[in-house]
């Protein structure tokens, strides 16, 4: 507590929180939308919603009849109302697909190559129905209508505030799950400002969800994160649910620490400058700690990758020297409650496996077929130099290649790098991918993950 003992009120709280909140953007939804404080809402506002959708799926609402668009919103509004928690966020970042013209087609509810053209709004002290009371929110945050975050303010000078913040949030999700089924992180806002992940607490157990202070330059910056731009690019990229195998809870929800999104931000910046050929430079080292979340920071870069070029047919290979890492990061992709991203990943088991996915690529390339996206893992040792003889040939003690991969979109990520990189084994994968121009290793006690994309011909 402050040493004079005077205590900041709660209203200035408040004030403060919507003044840093509409300087980043963020529209006061009570005015806007003539919405009373302490008014109940029903979860998502569908006006605000339909609007959005048509507009920004207007090339598909401009060709339905007014029946087909009725229904349209009917499956829409049916599929929000019905899905658990890991479906909404797969709604939230990718689409809804619906029927009503004898095809399937994509509904995007959120634009995130086109920011613009979402609306982002807060709201005051709205309640939301619960048991056995209702809950309040001190500011529920809307994109397109959806509730996607809340603010729990407290004092801020008594120290240890945010703590009181954190058990109201996890009271909430035990009170109102249903509104949890959309909101996907919460913000204790206190002497510290954390942000923490969020979903629905069904079983009403006791959960002990970590919370993070987001940083930028060494300061704490909990509206940096909020800003409209990097709160979708967090929401796009760095959030997940991973299915647990352990007793107690069925799942967990991750949202990346501000070091892995820096992490994460630094590999792909160098990746799309080499890639796009705006940047010549082809070596990068990023340090970090033990427990900082190496596996993560491996897992966000793939996710971010392949979404990023899926209309190239990214490949990504993660390289490891010991079965047990094999078995460690396959147990975190496998876990992966995510569609999209489950469907690209596999281990490969053995070398005739390994040659055939890279025979896949070399022939795709010549043909112009157009292969899966795919994102797989696999052991150093499967890259046997008598057992891709017909892609590489030793001469004079040199690896030299028969065939190779000559595409851009094809991604390595390399752990335990410092140990597996300067032996054959490595020659023949380098070569067959030709010797890579990019390589960002990521070192820790002596440890590197090597981030690699094959050099042009």
């Known amino acids: 507590m402050r040493s004079d003992s005077i205590l900041i009120p709660e209203d200035a709280v408040h004030e403060e929180i919507k003044r840093k909140l509409e300087e980043i953007d963020w529209i006061n939804g009570n005015e806007e939308f003539g919405i009373k404080e302490e008014a109940t809402i029903d979860y998502i506002l569908w006006d605000v919603l339909k609007e959005r959708i048509q507009e920004i799926n207007k090339s598909l609402f401009l060709s339905l009849t007014e029946e087909q668009e009725e229904k349209a919103f009917e499956i829409i509004k049916s599929e929000l109302e019905i899905a658990d928690e890991v479906r909404m966020l797969e709604y939230l970042k990718h689409r809804i697909t619906i029927n009503v013209r004898g095809r399937n087609d994509r509904i ?110 060494g300061r704490d910056e909990i509206f940096d994160l909020l800003t409209p731009s990097r709160f979708l690019e967090v929401l796009r990229y760095f959030t997940f649910f991973f299915k647990k195998q352990e007793k107690g809870a069925r799942r967990i929800k991750v949202i990346a620490r501000w070091n892995q999104y820096r ?118 040792q499967k890259f046997q130099l008598k057992k891709f003889q017909d892609f590489v040939e030793e001469i004079d003690g040199r690896i030299v290649p028969k065939k190779v991969v000559d595409k851009k979109e094809v991604l390595f990520l390399i752990d335990e790098a410092h140990r ?38």
Do not use: C
Not at 128 to 148: R, Y
Not at 169 to 195: C, D, H, M, T, W
Not at 281 to 304: D, E, P
């Open 108 to 217: 995007i509810l959120i634009d995130y190559e086109n920011p613009e053209n979402n609306v982002f709004f807060y709201l005051h002290e709205a309640r939301f129905s619960g048991f056995p009371q209702n809950v309040e929110p001190d500011f529920t945050l809307f994109m397109n209508g959806i509730p996607v975050a809340i603010i729990e303010a407290k004092p801020t000078d008594v120290v240890g505030s945010e703590n009181e913040a954190l058990n109201q949030i996890r009271r909430y999700e035990i009170y109102s799950p249903e509104l949890f089924r959309f909101v996907q992180l919460a913000v204790a806002y206190g002497n510290r400002k954390l942000y923490t992940p969020t979903y629905p607490n069904f079983g009403r157990t006791e959960r002990h969800t970590p919370a993070f202070s987001w940083k930028v330059n």
């Open 263 to 380: 992490a994460v931000k630094r590999i792909i910046e160098r990746i799309e400058n080499y890639i796009n050929g705006r940047d010549r430079k082809n070596k990068g080292l990023i340090w970090y700690w033990q427990g900082s979340g190496k596996t993560f920071i491996m897992f966000f870069v793939a996710n971010y990758f392949l979404t990023n070029h899926k209309d190239k047919a990214p490949v990504v290979f993660f390289v490891v020297d010991r079965e047990n890492l094999e078995t460690q990061h396959a147990g975190v992709f496998k876990s992966v409650e995510d569609v999209e991203f489950t469907s690209y990943f596999k281990v490969i088991r053995n070398i005739d496996e390994l040659k055939e996915r890279v025979s896949e690529i070399i022939k795709s390339l010549e043909t112009g077929n157009i292969i899966p996206t795919g994102l797989y893992i696999t052991t150093i």
């Open 420 to 457: 597996t990189q300067y032996g054959k084994l490595a020659s023949v994968m380098r070569t067959i991918f030709q010797k890579p121009d990019l390589d960002l290793p990521l070192k820790s006690l002596g440890k590197q993950i090597s981030f690699r994309i094959p050099k042009l011909l």
